[in-house]
């Protein structure tokens, strides 16, 4: 059974860090895309990073690009998500999500949709304020 669990979500301030947590069990990382999204109030849930493997490619939203770096620990079967130089605007709560490569190749697209994904973590609050 495939699950997803994301942790380290809190308060940040503006200009520090946070590093998000996603633990996978029941599939094998090297066989699936896992992406970050999040989700503000009133807004669309959208795709925040990307990575997979066969080819190896990661991919960042332009909002995000060059602050926040996305990760993997095989041993540990876990994704990260490093969050630096935090902006009030990155308030989201940030979910994890896996699709086997064989039903679809979202990191490799022009546009990487929530659709794309088959599998769901519950998410985890981020705040960033003073």
């Known amino acids: 059974q495939v699950q997803l669990a994301e942790s380290g979500g809190g308060l940040g301030q503006p200009g520090g860090s946070l590093r998000l947590s996603c633990a996978a069990s029941?599939?094998?990382?090297?066989?699936?895309?896992i992406g970050w999204f999040r989700q503000a109030p009133g807004a669309e849930r959208e795709m925040v990073s990307c990575?997979?493997?066969?080819?190896?490619?990661?991919k960042y939203s332009d909002s995000v690009r060059g602050r926040f770096t996305i990760s993997r620990d095989n041993a540990k079967n876990t994704v990260y998500l490093e969050m630096n130089n935090l902006k009030p605007e990155d308030t989201a709560v940030y979910y994890c999500?896996?699709?086997?490569?064989?039903?679809?190749?979202?990191?490799?697209?022009?546009?990487?949709?929530?659709?794309?994904?088959?599998?769901w973590g519950w998410g985890t609050q981020v705040t960033v304020s003073i």
């Open positions: 029941g599939f094998d990382l090297d066989v699936y895309a």
């Open positions: 990575s997979s493997k066969l080819p190896d490619t990661t």
């Open positions: 999500a896996a699709v086997h490569l064989t039903r679809a190749r979202p990191c490799l697209s022009a546009t990487t949709q929530a659709d794309d994904f088959s599998y």
